[in-house]
């Protein structure tokens, strides 16, 4: 009877509710309407009928947030045989206003006249989302109250819109949610009609795996936050904004110089660190072509395992370029005044990576550069970026790269431990371990074997899983295996938060989402 007594003091909590959405026979025909009919609660879930179109304008509040524990999630109800749910239209086709703890899953979301999904939110994860035709931003993250942000296994495709509106562009809020990360992993973005495909001034951002094709102007950027739109208490100084590049394929092919931009724009500058392993980076045309340019404030660069190249006839891409000073215009009045490329001198470092021969502004500071006339590529016109047999990339790069100690990189992804998605929109969980024949990786972001690909003897070297380069044979839990690469789950929640603005000045239509950026 005592431990009856003890049982029935305790509170219990309230079991979580399922609510269903869809054309008929569902709790809610509007996804709009149960936000603003029903506040959820921790652990609950939404579940949305496919082969149907919702209307935009759909505001998730912060009175629907979930915890660490126990997110809401929203996500499609998936039925053999049927289509992902859209939603379409608004002005914010979905807004996470504030609502922290969220899973998005299964969507396909268009047609946002400022952004299709904009996150003022923290720890919010979209996941198998079709996101396109966005004519401003894709995806968007605000400057004030954004925290940690997970995107993985989604597509974002023809979206942006000039250089102010970008495919995706995320800030995190360093006074609300200091540590913050926005995690980006197993994606393909593509096509964009405007602004940059990836643009963050996140406190620390982690780009694993993704698939990065036809910019309008960059790939990437890697820059500080905004100083004219953070909360009160916030500097330059507070935070470092720093990123880690990995495994990742840039596909350049207009006439924009840049594949990567690190530092700062007119309006906020990083002053972090930039490091950069086993990334494949092509220019498919002729021109001035840069691997990486840094400006305006970048603290370091540390590049391993990396191949850039061109394939016009006679190219010669730079590694990193420095834009000067004098190429630069006056920064914000509300930034740091200088207009060097360095925030406190130049650091580099880096070990082991393939440019051609032609190649120039490749620092002196990296270490086992390698030369060559042609990466051999299986085929560039098909997009295949795997090494083919011979390749000068396989069995050449660093298995241990080294942090340099005078400005060594926090908690980095050492080595790449699944390749990105070959131009594709990968299914939940369908990532491919990387398979490293002989214990020695290649350069850039593929081996010359996919795991799908390889006998069954290559794939179950070692007792279970393939090996990580550098290691002894790892226990079965500790790496991907070849059985469970595609079948572990990839549900650990964004410990941290993000937030945006692009340096090409604009202003979305509240306060809380303005965005800039520069060329």
Request: hydrophobic share 35%; glycine share 10%.
């Amino acid at each position: 009877m005592l431990g009856f007594g003890l049982l029935a003091a305790v509170p219990l909590s309230a079991a979580a509710a399922t609510y269903t959405v869809g054309p008929s026979g569902r709790q809610y025909t509007q996804l709009s309407t149960l936000f603003r009919s029903v506040n959820l609660a921790p652990g609950d879930i939404v579940e949305v009928d496919g082969n149907a179109t919702y209307s935009g304008n759909i505001i998730v509040g912060d009175d629907d947030s979930g915890t660490a524990a126990a997110p809401v999630t929203i996500r499609w109800r998936r039925v053999a045989g049927a289509k992902r749910p859209i939603l379409s239209g608004g002005t914010h086709t979905i807004k996470f206003e504030q609502s922290n703890h969220i899973v998005f899953e299964g969507f396909e979301v268009t047609g946002g006249s400022s952004t299709c999904i904009f996150s003022e939110a923290h720890n919010v994860t979209v996941r198998d989302a079709y996101i396109h035709d966005c004519p401003s931003h894709g995806i968007l993250g605000a400057d004030q109250n954004s925290g940690s942000f997970t995107l993985e296994y989604s597509e974002v495709a023809r979206s942006g819109a000039s250089t102010t509106r970008h495919s995706i562009y995320m800030q995190t809020d360093e006074v609300t949610w200091p540590g913050a990360v926005f995690r980006m992993r197993y994606n393909y973005i593509h096509d964009a009609t405007g602004g940059v495909l990836m643009r963050t001034r996140s406190e620390r951002s982690e780009i694993y795996y993704n698939w990065f094709e036809n910019p309008m102007y960059g790939a990437i950027e890697l820059i500080g936050p905004d100083c004219d739109t953070q909360k009160s208490g916030w500097t330059t100084n507070l935070k470092r904004e720093d990123a880690d590049v990995v495994g990742n394929v840039i596909v350049a092919t207009n006439s924009w110089r840049n594949a990567i931009r690190a530092g700062g724009d007119l309006d906020g500058r990083s002053q972090g660190r930039v490091r950069l392993v086993n990334n494949t980076i092509l220019f498919d045309r002729a021109g001035v072509a840069n691997g990486l340019m840094v400006q305006l404030g970048v603290g370091s660069v540390e590049m391993h395992n990396n191949v850039l190249y061109q394939t016009a006839a006679n190219s010669a891409p730079a590694l990193l370029r420095e834009n000067p000073a004098s190429e630069v215009g006056a920064p914000d009045v509300c930034e740091p005044q200088s207009r060097e490329p360095w925030a406190a001198g130049r650091k580099v470092a880096g070990s082991n990576n393939w440019v051609q021969t032609g190649a120039t502004l490749v620092p002196a500071e990296l270490t086992g550069t390698v030369r060559g006339a042609d990466p051999m590529f299986t085929n560039i016109a098909q997009r295949n970026l795997r090494p083919r047999a011979g390749s000068p990339l396989l069995a050449r790069g660093n298995n241990n790269p080294v942090t340099p100690t005078a400005f060594p990189f926090p908690t980095p992804q050492k080595l790449p431990a699944y390749d990105p998605p070959k131009r594709v929109k990968l299914a939940i969980n369908d990532r491919h371990a990387r398979l490293v024949p002989n214990n020695r990786i290649a350069i850039g972001a593929f081996e010359q074997v996919d795991i799908d690909d390889a006998p069954a003897t290559q794939k179950m070297a070692n007792g279970a899983q393939p090996m990580v380069p550098g290691q002894a044979p790892a226990a079965a839990t500790s790496t991907p295996t070849a059985q469970n690469a595609k079948a572990q789950s990839s549900t650990a929640p964004a410990t941290s938060s993000g937030s945006r603005r692009p340096a090409y000045k604009q202003r979305a239509s509240s306060a809380k989402s303005s965005g800039s950026a520069s060329p």
